[in-house]
């Protein structure tokens, strides 16, 4: 089975310019979750869509960041101007979701995820 | 307190030992829990699942007590290539959404 696609896998810019990600999901999944991880920490949630919809994106930087899944399956996230703090592995997600108690729609499996340096 | 909380270490461990990593949580309505492994410059591969009182899968165990609200992991015979960083993750009840922590950082020598 194929797994979670990202690209490009490295990204180097200059701040306040303008970046864009992209991931396809597992085939099938539901639901897709971008996570920003800066060095030595957690990944963190940027936003997750169900289908083509948000369900949260309470953590998104709405300022300068943006994401979209218009038909539910591929997505991509945009960082528009970058700051030297946005420097950090930006990791696509994805999980059955949808209805259902059980624990397995829970189950994330990440992409190989795109470092971004901003200088 | 935070949310889900990890001894970072890191822990150094020789071949053939037991080693048991503890993560603490704050919220009683999260209700699913994870376990998670990174290898250094990777993307976290999902390790294990905790939808009940714990799991094991071969060396590995996981158990998980509510009352206390932690959750542990125990590797036994560890390998060289055990060495990682391991995240402890929960899940928010009627929610996909995960919080990760900080992971602990594990380093099996010969």
């Known amino acids: 089975e194929a797994g979670v696609a990202q690209s490009p896998r490295y990204k180097i810019i200059e701040k306040r310019q303008s970046v864009a990600f992209w991931c396809n999901p597992i085939?099938?999944?539901?639901?897709l979750y971008w996570y920003q991880q800066i060095l030595g920490q957690g990944p963190k949630l940027l936003i997750q869509?169900?289908?083509?919809?948000?369900?949260?994106d309470s953590q998104l930087p709405k300022d300068r960041f943006s994401a979209e899944r218009l038909k539910g399956v591929d997505s991509t996230l945009k960082i528009q101007p970058a700051k030297l703090e946005d420097s950090a592995v930006y990791l696509c997600?994805?999980?059955?979701?949808?209805?259902?108690?059980?624990?397995?729609?829970?189950?994330?499996?990440f992409g190989p995820g795109t470092r971004l340096t901003v200088t | 307190r935070k949310e889900v909380e990890q001894d970072p270490g890191p822990f150094n461990v020789p071949e053939g030992a037991t080693v048991a990593f503890n993560c603490t949580y704050s919220?009683?309505?999260?209700?699913?829990f994870f376990w998670y492994r990174q290898d250094c410059r990777k993307e976290p591969k999902l390790l294990m699942s905790?939808?009940?009182s714990g799991n094991e899968d071969g060396r590995f165990t996981a158990q998980l007590n509510r009352a206390s609200q932690y959750i542990s992991l125990l590797i036994r015979d560890s390998k060289l290539s055990d060495s990682a960083t391991y995240l402890c993750?929960?899940?928010?009840?009627?929610?996909?959404?995960?919080?990760f922590g900080k992971g602990t950082k594990l380093s099996v020598i010969p």
């Open positions: 869509f169900q289908n083509n919809g948000v369900v949260d």
């Open positions: 085939s099938g999944h539901a639901t």
């Open positions: 919220n009683s309505a999260s209700q699913s």
């Open positions: 993750v929960r899940s928010g009840a009627g929610s996909y959404q995960l919080t």
């Open positions: 997600a994805s999980s059955l979701g949808g209805p259902g108690t059980s624990g397995i729609y829970y189950e994330q499996y």
């Open positions: 905790v939808y009940s």
